[in-house]
């Protein structure tokens, strides 16, 4: 996948995450975007929490799943309304997603 342009997309995860491990509330967490099934793709999850991790945090969690910003690629927000199926109100959902590629000799 070496010099391959990929997606990274972050997302609160309201209601907690179960995989990679469970979290007990809400946190944040980065997946890259990769060919084949969801549970494959590289995942970061910050610590339970509702901030919003800074452009330093986003890039320490890519660079720790082998990736890195694409040339020129910035941080896209858009905001969205939650499902209403969970167990709470329909809400805001922001996301954030960018353009990414691996870095040489990392996880892509």
């Known amino acids: 996948m070496s010099g391959r342009v990929l997606r990274a997309?972050?997302?609160?995860?309201?209601?907690?995450?179960?995989?990679?491990?469970?979290?007990?509330?809400?946190?944040?967490?980065?997946y890259i975007v990769i060919p084949g099934p969801v549970r494959e793709w590289p995942v970061f999850t910050w610590p339970t929490g509702p901030e919003v991790p800074s452009r330093e945090d986003r890039g320490a969690a890519l660079a720790a799943l082998g990736f890195t910003l694409a040339d020129g690629a910035e941080w896209e927000w858009s905001e969205d309304s939650g499902p209403p199926y969970h167990p709470h109100p329909v809400r805001v959902?922001?996301?954030?997603?960018?353009?990414?590629?691996?870095?040489?000799?990392?996880a892509g």
Not at 93 to 106: D, E, N, R, Y
């Open 93 to 106: 959902a922001l996301l954030a997603a960018t353009k990414v590629q691996p870095v040489s000799g990392g």
């Open 9 to 30: 997309q972050l997302s609160l995860r309201c209601c907690g995450t179960t995989a990679p491990e469970r979290t007990a509330g809400p946190c944040w967490q980065l």
